[in-house]
Protein backbone atom coordinates (compact mmCIF):
# COMPACT_ATOMS: atom_id res chain seq x y z
CA UNK A 1 0.00 0.00 0.00
CA UNK A 2 1.03 3.71 -1.31
CA UNK A 3 1.92 5.84 2.23
CA UNK A 4 2.25 9.77 1.57
CA UNK A 5 5.74 8.89 4.12
CA UNK A 6 6.65 6.29 1.00
CA UNK A 7 5.64 8.95 -1.64
CA UNK A 8 8.22 11.75 0.23
CA UNK A 9 10.87 9.19 0.79
CA UNK A 10 10.85 8.01 -3.56
CA UNK A 11 10.48 11.69 -4.37
CA UNK A 12 13.94 12.54 -2.36
CA UNK A 13 15.66 9.74 -2.84
CA UNK A 14 15.02 9.94 -7.08
CA UNK A 15 16.03 13.66 -6.55
CA UNK A 16 18.96 12.62 -4.35
CA UNK A 17 20.09 9.86 -6.90
CA UNK A 18 19.97 12.85 -9.89
CA UNK A 19 22.01 14.77 -8.22
CA UNK A 20 24.62 11.88 -7.93
CA UNK A 21 23.92 10.57 -12.02
CA UNK A 22 25.24 15.05 -12.23
CA UNK A 23 27.77 14.26 -9.71
CA UNK A 24 29.70 11.74 -11.63
CA UNK A 25 28.69 12.55 -14.70
CA UNK A 26 30.85 15.81 -13.94
CA UNK A 27 33.66 13.89 -12.22
CA UNK A 28 34.27 12.07 -15.19
CA UNK A 29 34.36 14.74 -17.41
CA UNK A 30 36.94 15.95 -15.35
CA UNK A 31 39.18 13.10 -14.21
CA UNK A 32 39.90 12.21 -17.76
CA UNK A 33 43.00 15.18 -16.82
CA UNK A 34 43.11 14.86 -12.96
CA UNK A 35 42.85 11.80 -12.47
CA UNK A 36 42.35 9.11 -15.16
CA UNK A 37 42.85 6.40 -13.04
CA UNK A 38 39.98 6.71 -11.13
CA UNK A 39 37.60 7.21 -14.46
CA UNK A 40 36.79 3.15 -14.64
CA UNK A 41 35.41 3.30 -11.05
CA UNK A 42 33.23 6.03 -11.44
CA UNK A 43 31.59 5.01 -14.71
CA UNK A 44 31.13 1.98 -12.63
CA UNK A 45 29.67 4.21 -10.10
CA UNK A 46 27.45 6.23 -12.52
CA UNK A 47 25.73 3.28 -13.76
CA UNK A 48 24.50 1.79 -9.88
CA UNK A 49 23.10 5.52 -9.86
CA UNK A 50 21.27 5.49 -13.29
CA UNK A 51 19.88 2.31 -12.10
CA UNK A 52 19.11 3.62 -8.69
CA UNK A 53 17.45 6.55 -10.47
CA UNK A 54 15.15 5.00 -12.93
CA UNK A 55 13.82 2.41 -9.68
CA UNK A 56 12.59 5.16 -7.96
CA UNK A 57 11.61 7.15 -11.27
CA UNK A 58 9.75 4.01 -11.83
CA UNK A 59 8.07 3.56 -8.48
CA UNK A 60 7.33 7.36 -8.38
CA UNK A 61 5.59 6.62 -11.77
CA UNK A 62 3.18 3.74 -11.04
CA UNK A 63 2.27 5.67 -7.75
CA UNK A 64 1.19 8.47 -10.17
CA UNK A 65 3.51 10.86 -8.11
CA UNK A 66 5.36 13.76 -9.82
CA UNK A 67 9.06 14.36 -8.54
CA UNK A 68 10.56 16.06 -5.85
CA UNK A 69 10.61 20.04 -6.25
CA UNK A 70 14.16 19.52 -5.38
CA UNK A 71 14.90 17.52 -8.65
CA UNK A 72 16.93 20.18 -10.19
CA UNK A 73 18.55 21.61 -7.26
CA UNK A 74 19.86 18.16 -6.82
CA UNK A 75 21.18 17.82 -10.48
CA UNK A 76 23.02 21.21 -10.30
CA UNK A 77 24.22 20.33 -7.17
CA UNK A 78 25.66 17.60 -8.01
CA UNK A 79 27.13 18.81 -11.42
CA UNK A 80 28.86 21.39 -9.51
CA UNK A 81 29.98 19.45 -6.68
CA UNK A 82 31.15 16.42 -9.07
CA UNK A 83 33.39 19.85 -10.88
CA UNK A 84 34.99 21.07 -8.44
CA UNK A 85 36.03 17.73 -6.80
CA UNK A 86 37.13 16.40 -10.01
CA UNK A 87 39.01 19.47 -10.25
CA UNK A 88 40.61 18.85 -7.29
CA UNK A 89 41.87 15.13 -8.08
CA UNK A 90 41.58 11.86 -6.82
CA UNK A 91 41.70 12.01 -2.67
CA UNK A 92 39.18 15.01 -3.24
CA UNK A 93 36.74 12.95 -5.78
CA UNK A 94 37.17 9.88 -2.68
CA UNK A 95 36.17 12.48 0.26
CA UNK A 96 33.50 13.64 -1.66
CA UNK A 97 32.00 9.92 -1.91
CA UNK A 98 32.34 8.75 1.14
CA UNK A 99 31.10 11.69 2.61
CA UNK A 100 27.60 11.65 0.69
CA UNK A 101 27.42 8.29 1.18
CA UNK A 102 27.83 8.73 5.01
CA UNK A 103 24.80 10.75 4.87
CA UNK A 104 22.96 8.82 2.37
CA UNK A 105 23.90 5.55 3.76
CA UNK A 106 22.15 6.97 6.83
CA UNK A 107 19.19 7.46 5.57
CA UNK A 108 18.45 4.66 3.82
CA UNK A 109 18.62 2.76 7.12
CA UNK A 110 16.28 5.43 8.71
CA UNK A 111 13.91 4.95 5.80
CA UNK A 112 13.86 0.90 5.59
CA UNK A 113 12.97 1.39 9.57
CA UNK A 114 10.39 3.86 9.10
CA UNK A 115 8.94 1.80 5.65
CA UNK A 116 9.39 -1.42 7.05
CA UNK A 117 5.59 -2.19 8.33
CA UNK A 118 3.56 0.48 6.47
CA UNK A 119 5.11 0.86 3.21
CA UNK A 120 6.28 -2.49 1.06
CA UNK A 121 6.75 -1.06 -2.30
CA UNK A 122 9.00 1.82 -0.91
CA UNK A 123 10.58 -0.29 1.33
CA UNK A 124 11.47 -2.43 -1.37
CA UNK A 125 12.87 0.44 -3.39
CA UNK A 126 15.18 1.94 -0.70
CA UNK A 127 16.45 -2.03 -0.02
CA UNK A 128 17.26 -2.30 -3.39
CA UNK A 129 20.32 0.09 -3.20
CA UNK A 130 21.72 -0.24 0.09
CA UNK A 131 24.85 -2.90 -1.26
CA UNK A 132 25.56 -0.53 -4.22
CA UNK A 133 25.48 2.71 -2.12
CA UNK A 134 27.54 0.78 0.57
CA UNK A 135 30.15 0.14 -1.75
CA UNK A 136 30.73 3.40 -3.08
CA UNK A 137 31.20 4.44 0.62
CA UNK A 138 33.47 2.00 0.78
CA UNK A 139 35.72 2.86 -1.91
CA UNK A 140 35.73 6.37 -1.34
CA UNK A 141 36.60 5.71 2.23
CA UNK A 142 39.56 3.47 1.76
CA UNK A 143 40.48 5.81 -1.31
CA UNK A 144 41.36 8.82 0.73
CA UNK A 145 44.62 9.03 1.68
CA UNK A 146 46.33 9.70 5.46
CA UNK A 147 47.07 13.07 5.45
CA UNK A 148 45.76 14.16 2.53
CA UNK A 149 44.82 17.35 2.37
CA UNK A 150 41.16 17.38 0.87
CA UNK A 151 39.56 14.79 2.83
CA UNK A 152 39.79 16.53 6.27
CA UNK A 153 38.39 20.01 4.58
CA UNK A 154 35.70 18.35 2.19
CA UNK A 155 33.98 15.65 4.16
CA UNK A 156 32.19 17.92 6.66
CA UNK A 157 31.38 19.73 4.24
CA UNK A 158 29.62 18.02 1.96
CA UNK A 159 28.38 15.75 5.02
CA UNK A 160 26.27 18.90 5.75
CA UNK A 161 25.75 20.16 2.77
CA UNK A 162 23.63 16.71 1.72
CA UNK A 163 22.12 16.73 4.91
CA UNK A 164 21.09 20.11 3.76
CA UNK A 165 19.58 18.64 0.49
CA UNK A 166 17.86 15.57 2.12
CA UNK A 167 16.15 18.13 4.50
CA UNK A 168 15.06 20.50 2.13
CA UNK A 169 13.55 18.02 0.07
CA UNK A 170 11.62 16.15 2.85
CA UNK A 171 9.56 19.43 3.33
CA UNK A 172 9.01 20.63 -0.53
Given at each position: ?11 V ?37 L ?7 D ?5 G ?16 L?L ?13 T????S ?28 V ?29 S ?9 R?
Amino acid sequence: MSTPLGDRILKVDHAGEHGAVNLYRAQILVSQWTAPQRVPLLRHFLDHELGHRTLFHDRLQARGVRRCRSYALCGVGGWTLGLVTGLLGPSAIAATTYAVESVVLQHLMAQRQQLASTDADAFDAVSRIVVEEQEHHDHGRDAMHSGAFWPPILTPIVRVSTEAVIWLGMRL
